[in-house]
């Protein structure tokens, strides 16, 4: 089975900074691979597919980038509405997995 | 609007059994490959099982294998999760979800196993 590994497990921001988030597979996914948001009690929303095509309505600075192991995502000019979890997913071999996550919250 | 609506959480005993249930709307149900993900409390996001289609691929988390069956009835627009032998560490909140990229997701049903 393929892992996924985040990092950092959390970090603190204020708005307007750009925050970047980093993700790697155990091995080449290619890429298939996935960043979601989640806000408390909510499901989670598909940001970001195919390691860097923004889903349908999602604001522009929000972006990833990366191939085969290597994943970033960034939030350039952080929101309020962006403070939540974000996870990465791959989906290029069964099972797919996440990873555990990152905490992004008001410093 | 693209939809899917989960449902037969509960709270029920360690070793029973449960039937869930998520039903989709708005596109076509067949031509999609879906799958259950849950959420244990104040924990992060594990995928659970995936089901092709036309139901001739299946997968499981190996926390499951053995325990709980995906299905699905095309007809019915509907995919299922048969949980049996549940376990208190099934607890979470379970989502359907649609597509590898995950781009549909359902509000969830929550499971809670206690005795």
């Known amino acids: 089975d393929i892992q996924m590994t985040q990092s950092p497990p959390s970090l603190s921001a204020s708005v307007g900074d750009r925050v970047t988030i980093t993700c790697q597979a155990s091995?080449?996914?290619?890429?298939?691979l996935n960043w979601y948001q989640q806000q408390p009690g909510k499901a989670p929303k598909l940001l970001v597919y195919?390691?860097?095509i923004l889903e349908i309505g999602v604001p522009s600075r929000f972006s990833g980038s990366g191939s085969g192991t290597d994943f970033t995502f960034t939030i350039s000019n952080l929101q309020p509405e962006d403070f939540a979890t974000y996870y990465c997913?791959?989906?290029?071999?069964?099972?797919?997995?996440f990873g555990p996550g990152t905490i992004v919250d008001f410093k | 609007e693209v939809q899917l609506v989960e449902s037969g959480g509960g709270l029920v005993q360690p070793g029973e059994s449960l039937r869930l249930s998520c039903g989709a709307s708005?596109?076509?149900?067949?031509?999609?490959?879906m799958n259950w993900v849950r959420q244990a409390p104040g924990k992060g996001l594990e995928w659970v099982s995936y089901?092709?289609?036309?139901?001739?691929?299946?997968y499981y988390a190996d926390s499951v294998k053995g325990r709980f069956t995906i299905s699905r009835d095309n007809a019915k627009k509907s995919l299922y999760l048969q949980m049996n032998s549940l376990r208190a560490e099934d607890t979470a909140v379970y989502y359907c979800?649609?597509?590898?990229?995950?781009?549909?997701w359902g509000k969830g049903t929550t499971v809670i196993v206690s005795s």
């Open positions: 979800t649609r597509d590898g990229r995950g781009d549909v």
């Open positions: 708005g596109f076509t149900f067949s031509t999609y490959v």
């Open positions: 089901i092709s289609g036309s139901s001739s691929t299946i």
């Open positions: 091995q080449d996914i290619g890429n298939y």
């Open positions: 195919d390691v860097s």
């Open positions: 997913q791959q989906y290029g071999s069964l099972p797919f997995t």
